[in-house]
Protein backbone atom coordinates (compact mmCIF):
# COMPACT_ATOMS: atom_id res chain seq x y z
CA UNK A 1 0.00 0.00 0.00
CA UNK A 2 1.22 3.52 -0.69
CA UNK A 3 2.43 6.05 1.94
CA UNK A 4 2.61 9.11 1.97
CA UNK A 5 4.08 11.01 5.35
CA UNK A 6 4.26 14.34 5.91
CA UNK A 7 5.89 16.68 8.06
CA UNK A 8 6.62 20.25 9.14
CA UNK A 9 3.23 21.72 10.16
CA UNK A 10 3.43 23.80 13.00
CA UNK A 11 1.94 26.79 14.46
CA UNK A 12 3.20 30.47 13.33
CA UNK A 13 2.10 33.87 13.00
CA UNK A 14 0.94 35.41 10.32
CA UNK A 15 3.64 36.51 7.87
CA UNK A 16 6.10 33.92 9.09
CA UNK A 17 7.52 30.53 7.07
CA UNK A 18 7.48 27.27 6.82
CA UNK A 19 8.59 24.10 4.86
CA UNK A 20 6.68 21.34 4.60
CA UNK A 21 7.80 17.84 3.43
CA UNK A 22 6.10 14.82 1.87
CA UNK A 23 8.03 11.29 1.41
CA UNK A 24 6.37 8.32 -0.16
CA UNK A 25 6.64 4.89 -1.27
CA UNK A 26 4.52 5.82 -4.81
CA UNK A 27 6.58 3.36 -7.39
CA UNK A 28 7.50 5.40 -10.79
CA UNK A 29 7.13 8.47 -8.62
CA UNK A 30 9.05 10.80 -11.10
CA UNK A 31 6.31 9.81 -14.02
CA UNK A 32 3.50 11.13 -11.61
CA UNK A 33 2.21 14.69 -11.07
CA UNK A 34 2.22 15.74 -7.33
CA UNK A 35 0.25 17.74 -5.44
CA UNK A 36 0.06 19.52 -2.17
CA UNK A 37 -3.65 19.94 -0.75
CA UNK A 38 -5.44 21.17 2.53
CA UNK A 39 -8.25 21.07 4.09
CA UNK A 40 -9.66 23.93 6.47
CA UNK A 41 -11.59 23.59 9.65
CA UNK A 42 -15.22 22.68 8.35
CA UNK A 43 -14.33 22.51 4.59
CA UNK A 44 -13.39 20.58 2.07
CA UNK A 45 -9.97 19.82 0.76
CA UNK A 46 -8.71 21.77 -1.88
CA UNK A 47 -5.56 21.34 -4.26
CA UNK A 48 -3.23 24.12 -3.49
CA UNK A 49 -0.21 23.72 -5.55
CA UNK A 50 0.95 20.97 -8.51
CA UNK A 51 4.32 20.08 -9.74
CA UNK A 52 4.00 18.09 -12.56
CA UNK A 53 6.42 15.33 -14.04
CA UNK A 54 8.71 17.95 -15.84
CA UNK A 55 8.87 19.97 -12.65
CA UNK A 56 6.44 22.38 -13.97
CA UNK A 57 4.30 23.97 -11.09
CA UNK A 58 0.70 25.58 -10.43
CA UNK A 59 -0.46 27.13 -7.65
CA UNK A 60 -3.96 28.68 -6.85
CA UNK A 61 -4.66 32.38 -6.91
CA UNK A 62 -4.29 32.62 -3.47
CA UNK A 63 -1.09 31.03 -2.82
CA UNK A 64 0.79 32.30 -6.16
CA UNK A 65 4.04 34.52 -4.77
CA UNK A 66 4.26 32.86 -1.48
CA UNK A 67 3.73 29.35 -1.84
CA UNK A 68 7.05 27.40 -4.22
CA UNK A 69 6.34 23.92 -4.55
CA UNK A 70 9.20 21.70 -5.61
CA UNK A 71 10.02 17.93 -6.26
CA UNK A 72 13.44 15.26 -5.40
CA UNK A 73 12.88 12.13 -7.89
CA UNK A 74 15.80 10.97 -6.15
CA UNK A 75 14.24 10.80 -2.83
CA UNK A 76 10.56 10.19 -3.75
CA UNK A 77 9.80 13.22 -1.99
CA UNK A 78 8.00 16.70 -2.39
CA UNK A 79 8.21 19.98 -0.65
CA UNK A 80 6.05 23.03 -0.06
CA UNK A 81 7.88 26.47 0.99
CA UNK A 82 5.33 28.74 2.49
CA UNK A 83 5.74 32.08 3.11
CA UNK A 84 4.18 35.29 4.47
CA UNK A 85 2.01 32.95 6.07
CA UNK A 86 -2.05 34.20 6.60
CA UNK A 87 -4.64 33.08 9.03
CA UNK A 88 -6.77 31.41 5.94
CA UNK A 89 -4.09 29.54 5.53
CA UNK A 90 -4.40 26.68 8.00
CA UNK A 91 -5.60 23.58 8.00
CA UNK A 92 -4.26 20.11 7.77
CA UNK A 93 -1.69 19.74 4.33
CA UNK A 94 -1.41 16.60 2.54
CA UNK A 95 0.40 15.53 -0.21
CA UNK A 96 -0.59 12.94 -2.94
CA UNK A 97 -0.86 12.55 -7.02
CA UNK A 98 -2.41 15.47 -8.90
CA UNK A 99 -5.06 12.99 -10.33
CA UNK A 100 -5.99 9.85 -9.28
CA UNK A 101 -5.35 10.51 -6.02
CA UNK A 102 -4.33 7.32 -3.99
CA UNK A 103 -5.00 6.92 -0.42
CA UNK A 104 -4.37 9.76 1.97
CA UNK A 105 -1.79 10.06 4.45
CA UNK A 106 -2.01 11.51 8.04
CA UNK A 107 -1.45 15.09 7.12
CA UNK A 108 0.70 17.40 9.00
CA UNK A 109 -1.16 20.58 10.86
CA UNK A 110 -0.51 24.19 9.57
CA UNK A 111 -2.14 26.64 11.82
CA UNK A 112 -1.26 30.48 11.41
CA UNK A 113 -2.74 32.86 14.72
CA UNK A 114 -1.19 35.75 16.73
Known amino acids: QVQFVESGGGLVQPGESLKLSCVTS????????MAWYRQAPGKQRELVAT???????TYIDSVKGRFTISRDNAKNAVSLQMNSLKPEDTGVYYC????????WGQGTQVTVSS
Open 96 to 103: NRATFVLS
Open 51 to 57: VRFNEST
Open 26 to 33: IRFFSAYD
